[in-house]
């Protein structure tokens, strides 16, 4: 399956912190800011254009010292909180 991110973010720096703040029709829909980490950051710009979990979970093991067990299942659970916090199409 490909996830995508709806549009209406931007991302921020806000003190030392990156954010994906919603803009226009995503402030009705979506409150307050998305905190991401370092990695959830790399993960978003993935998804502006569309992603699978296994191009996810690849970005992750291409960045860090991880397994690919491991990097899948960061990469569900980074979708998943996305897709709870109404962040994905």
Do not use: C
């Amino acid at each position: 399956m490909i996830y995508k991110l709806k549009d209406g973010f931007m991302i921020r720096e806000l003190g030392g912190n990156t954010m994906a703040v919603p803009v226009g029709k995503q402030t009705s829909e979506i409150h307050g800011m998305i905190a991401l980490s370092e990695s959830g950051a790399m993960l978003w710009k993935v998804l502006e254009n569309g992603a699978d979990l296994q191009t996810l979970a690849a970005v992750l093991t291409d960045n860090y010292e991880i397994d690919d067990a491991t990097a899948l299942a960061d990469a569900e659970k980074f979708v998943i909180g996305l897709k709870e916090q109404g962040a994905l199409i």
